[in-house]
């Protein structure tokens, strides 16, 4: 523990549990959760802490629901033992690893825990990685709720949903690795990527809206929404401007450009 760390309040489950509840985490809900524990700590038996916190808010009729996948696309993927990207932080690594939790077939993974758990893992893989027929889609599907806990909506696998449901026009060359009669197999792919950034924009639309609920819970900002309303009010605003996710071209970000760049390529 940091110097840092150790001067700042530890929050025990009960505590971060209420700060959920009063936030609006529905029991029963399914709950898609990204998270940075960084920004959260400390919490009371750290990040298995924290799932429990949450999953005690859901209760047993709620699904818990974390981003699994690999960020490796050069190897094959087992879910057995292929650890989750350490993009997703420490919390999304652990959560795959406990006991019931079930974990995607794939590379893009999710990995969730309850009584929808089979129907959000069970698509093959999606390509690209946040189609309708994805674990992001299935979320979407269940009327879920999305919540950012010390992650922004750069973090927002909604809103890549979204931009396939409306059909941009951008797509950058991708590749994974799947298995195929025992041997390892490149399948490439195009896919709606960018640098992300400009999916902060979705704050403004869902405050402006009345959609979106936020406090402090531990030591982080959080963010919690409803999946169809984010994917709503970014159609919304797609729909008038189809690059709305890209920065400027003169912004000098080489992300945004590759896919400016593949318009029509």
């Not at 889609?137 to 909604?158: I, K, N």
């Not at 797609?238 to 896919?259: I, M, Y």
């Amino acid at each position: 523990m940091s110097v840092s760390e150790a001067t700042l309040k530890q929050f025990s489950k009960a505590e971060i549990a209420d700060q959920l509840r009063a936030l609006g985490v529905n029991k029963a809900a399914v709950l898609l959760v990204h998270t940075s524990f960084r920004e959260i700590r400390p919490v009371e038996d750290g990040p298995l802490g924290l799932i429990e916190a949450i999953r005690d808010v859901l209760g047993p009729s709620g699904t818990l629901v974390m981003p699994s996948f690999s960020g490796d696309d050069n190897t094959l993927f087992d879910p057995e033992t292929t650890p989750a990207s350490p993009d997703l932080g420490i919390v999304a690594d652990m959560f795959w690893r406990l006991p019931g939790v079930q974990r995607s077939n794939h590379c893009h993974a999710f990995a969730a825990i309850g009584p929808y758990a089979r129907v959000i893992t069970a698509d093959p893989l999606p390509l690209p990685p946040h189609i309708p027929a994805s674990p992001a889609g299935r979320v979407h599907d269940l009327d879920g709720q999305v919540l950012l806990l010390g992650a922004g909506h750069d973090a927002d696998t909604m809103l890549h949903l979204a931009e396939l449901m409306v059909g941009v026009a951008y797509r950058v060359p991708k590749h994974c690795m799947v298995a195929q009669d025992g041997h390892a197999v490149r399948v490439d792919y195009e896919e709606n990527d960018h640098c992300c950034e400009r999916f902060a924009l979705a704050d403004g639309w869902l405050r402006q809206h009345g959609l979106q609920s936020e406090a402090r819970i531990g030591h982080a900002h959080a963010r919690l929404a409803n999946a169809r309303d984010i994917v709503k009010v970014a159609v919304e605003n797609l729909a008038r401007d189809r690059l709305v996710f890209l920065h400027p071209q003169d912004a000098g970000c080489t992300e945004c450009d590759e896919a400016r760049q593949s318009i029509g390529r």
